[in-house]
């Protein structure tokens, strides 16, 4: 499996830096933030490293949901956010694909954001569709 020596993450997965492990699998790493939102917050990592999602091999891929739904279910949360960032204007923070699982047990724990929609049309979307197919 690829790794970066620099990546945070990669030596976390070489346990060169501590972690509170959940559950491990072949392909992937869970274990608690260390600056979580709410209790229970917890990151899964690939342990292929790759910055974006789209790099990653489908093996890692296969098995990333998987493990964020284990974490899911061990930390009993009814309702929660699986939250995945690629590049800095994404909020990226550490270059190595991650998901978090974050509950949210209230308005004001866990992940709050603000969705900022935008105006579009049945026209608009099926152009963009149609751009989207040519690539």
């Known amino acids: 499996m690829a790794s970066n020596p620099a990546c945070l993450f990669c030596r976390i997965i070489k346990r060169e830096i501590p972690s509170k492990v959940l559950f491990e699998t072949e ?16 990151v899964v990592i690939p342990k292929h490293h790759a910055q974006f999602l789209h790099e990653l091999p489908d093996a890692a891929m296969a098995d ?6 284990k974490v899911a279910l061990a930390i009993g949360c009814k309702e929660y956010n ?3 960032n ?21 308005a ?20 963009l569709r149609k ?3 040519k690539l």
């Open 82 to 84: 699986i939250l995945q």
């Open 27 to 42: 392909h992937s790493l869970a274990f608690l933030d260390i600056e979580p939102l709410s209790e229970g917050h917890t």
């Open 131 to 133: 751009r989207i197919l």
């Open 108 to 127: 004001e724990e866990g992940l709050t954001m603000e969705w900022k929609v935008q105006k579009t049309d049945g026209d608009k979307l099926e152009e």
């Open 64 to 69: 990333l949901l998987p493990t964020a739904k």
């Open 86 to 106: 690629n590049g800095r204007l994404a909020h990226q923070a550490i270059d190595h694909v991650h998901f978090h699982v974050i509950p949210k047990p209230s």
